[in-house]
């Protein structure tokens, strides 16, 4: 089954931002008299909208939070976000598999472009991947509703059933199935939930240099 398009996430699976945004945002929850760490934080809130952890967040804590809360951790994660973000590991390398096989490429993401712009600029990413983002911010609902992959898929021109989409969390691929597409689970970061991701409908892989020869190997029906 060779994918007519694939979609990557952007945090933890192209740029290496998971462990620094989720100690952001445990600092800031910890304050809130809910004490959680950075793992803890990112089992609980990842492949999330700040929008949608805004909401979390107050029912574990019981406090209101302003209405601008998301873009003030918005703001703290993309200040250190520009002292440098690597590249995930061995995706530059599948990025050039794909290339030399002519297959397309996309982000779909959670994340605001002005963050995915930040990460993937610091990261050295961007030029391979300008014109080819799409963000939850674009559309009506945040993962798990399929929205961005759709939308990705739609705008590249490629209908979803020819679609796969590379993740590192629950509800991303909640979401790409929903979309009626592939999904893969890169789960390299200890934080990750295998059993949860398994059961949610992904395929699991630990380091990059598995991804070329998993999408072009695997025929498993979705």
């Given amino acids: 089954m060779t994918p007519g398009l694939v979609i990557f996430d952007c945090d933890g699976v192209l740029v290496d931002t998971e462990r620094v945004a989720n100690r952001i945002l445990a600092e800031l929850v910890t304050d809130l008299?809910?004490?959680?760490?950075?793992?803890?934080?990112?089992?609980?809130?990842?492949?999330?909208?700040?929008?949608?952890?805004?909401?979390?967040?107050?029912?574990?804590t019981g406090h209101a939070l302003a209405a601008d809360?998301?873009?003030?951790?918005?703001?703290?994660?993309?200040?250190?976000?520009?002292?440098?973000v690597p590249a995930i590991p061995g995706v530059s390398d599948v990025l050039d598999d794909l290339d030399r096989r002519d297959v397309p490429y996309c982000v779909g993401s959670s994340g605001r472009h002005e963050k995915m712009r930040t990460t993937l600029g610091s990261s050295g990413l961007l030029p391979r991947l300008e014109g080819k983002l799409f963000s939850a911010e674009d559309c009506a609902r945040g993962?798990?509703?399929?929205?961005?992959?759709?939308?990705?898929?739609?705008?590249?021109?490629?209908?979803?059933?020819?679609?796969?989409?590379?993740e590192d969390s629950v509800p991303g691929v909640l979401a790409a199935k929903a979309a009626g597409m592939r999904a893969f689970a890169f789960v390299e970061d200890p934080a990750c939930d295998r059993d949860a991701l398994r059961s949610a409908g992904a395929i699991l892989f630990e380091s990059m240099r598995e991804l070329p020869g998993l999408l072009f190997s695997k025929a498993e029906s979705f």
């Fill in 33 to 60: 008299g809910f004490p959680i760490s950075g793992p803890q934080c990112q089992q609980r809130f990842m492949g999330r909208t700040l929008e949608n952890v805004r909401e979390m967040v107050e029912e574990l």
């Fill in 69 to 84: 809360w998301p873009e003030q951790v918005r703001r703290r994660d993309l200040e250190a976000f520009r002292a440098g």
């Fill in 143 to 166: 993962k798990p509703a399929p929205d961005v992959f759709l939308l990705a898929a739609k705008t590249m021109g490629h209908l979803p059933e020819n679609c796969t989409v590379i």
